[in-house]
């Protein structure tokens, strides 16, 4: 005979920002934190507060002070999450991502035999975070960090490639499929950058601005693309990784008015900048599951992406793809989808639909009130 819970589920989501700067796991955390106490789940996020970020947040505790130096505000996050995690009267566990934070965060529902949920949200040699990458340093510290994986109850993968990754690795856990989910658009909780008027047309890159992201490409592409598009504009959110400084700072220089780099920005400037480009642009060399290119879908924007499988899973056929770490084969792009923006962006649209915030949410209320069922004596 089946038994449900007798009381609704407390789960803390342990996310590293949130609400997000740019997209990702914070968004896709606060998102669901605002859905799912009408489905039975009572859920607490704890963050970390990032310098920018305006400081407060309806459903979000941000867990200890803002420290400049990041090797020290890893190191104190991940203790300060652990310590919730063992102290605080949740039921389940459920860390957004395979770091720091995530570890420690399992390692505490492990010594206090709770049911834990891992979203992994990279999976391969170049995810300096996966079990891959750790493998390769035969060390005792990796290898006990890659039994931390054994130690979740579920672990959430959010394509299907990081699902076969994952089972790849022959962990102990179950392993589920569970996408990113997306809001739909809300206008009346749009809002404008601080002291930044849009342009009338711009191609949009959201995410860190680093060499994964391709930013580098993206770059490179823009300046033979001005030559040939002279009223279109570049604007790139998210923070300025020092790989790609150098090149990115240059373009700046010279092209001063048509190149726009705006840091980290929470979603509601986002979502308006969103609305308001001509073509969203994500040429990464790797992605889990691209969320910027998910909401410029939702957003009705024509997109140009790599030709990466995270990518494709996706987009489908409503987007336009280019060619890793070719800058020509990415302007040419750009051009196509400066001319057809309108029908790539209906395109995207239709696409984005099936990504669904309120499903997402179902799925996971399901899960979550399975787990507890599995922790009744």
Known sequence: ?????????????????????????????????????????????????????????PGVSFI???IKNEKVSNAVFALLVG????????????????YYYGWTALAAAHIRRKPSVLKVTLMGRDDPASIRALRQFG?????????????????????????????????????????????????????????????????????????????????????????????????????????????????VRDLPSRVHLLGSQQFDVVSKLLSGARVFCLPSRAEGLPNALLEAMVHGRASVVSDIPAHREVGGDSVLYSTVGRAGDLSAALARAWSDHDSLGGA???????????AIADVYAKLYLNLMEEDRP
């Open 139 to 251: 060390v005792p510290v990796g290898k006990i960090i890659v039994r931390q994986f054994d130690y979740a109850s579920r672990i959430i993968a959010l394509t299907r490639e990081i699902e076969a990754a994952v089972r790849d690795e022959k962990v102990e856990s179950t392993v589920e499929w569970v996408p990113n989910g997306v809001a739909p658009v809300d206008l009346h909780t749009q809002s404008e950058a601080v002291g930044f008027t849009p342009p009338s047309d711009y191609i949009l890159f959201v995410g860190e601005v680093c060499w994964r992201k391709g930013a580098d490409v993206l770059v490179d592409a823009f300046r033979s693309f001005a030559d040939t598009h002279p009223a279109a504009h570049l604007v790139m959110v998210g923070p300025l990784n020092d790989e790609v400084a150098p090149a990115t700072t240059a373009l």
């Open 1 to 57: 005979m089946t038994h449900r819970s007798d009381r609704e589920p407390r789960v803390l989501m342990v996310v590293d920002t949130a609400p997000p700067q740019y997209g990702g796991a914070g968004r896709q955390a606060y998102e669901l934190a605002r859905r799912l106490p009408s489905r039975g789940v009572k859920v607490r996020i704890v963050a970390r507060k990032k310098e920018n970020l305006r400081s407060v947040h």
């Open 348 to 358: 995207a649209s239709a696409a984005g639909a099936q990504f669904e915030i309120d």
């Open 83 to 98: 310590l919730q995690a063992l102290v605080g009267r949740y039921d389940i566990i459920h860390a957004h991502g395979a």
């Open 64 to 66: 200890g002070p803002f």
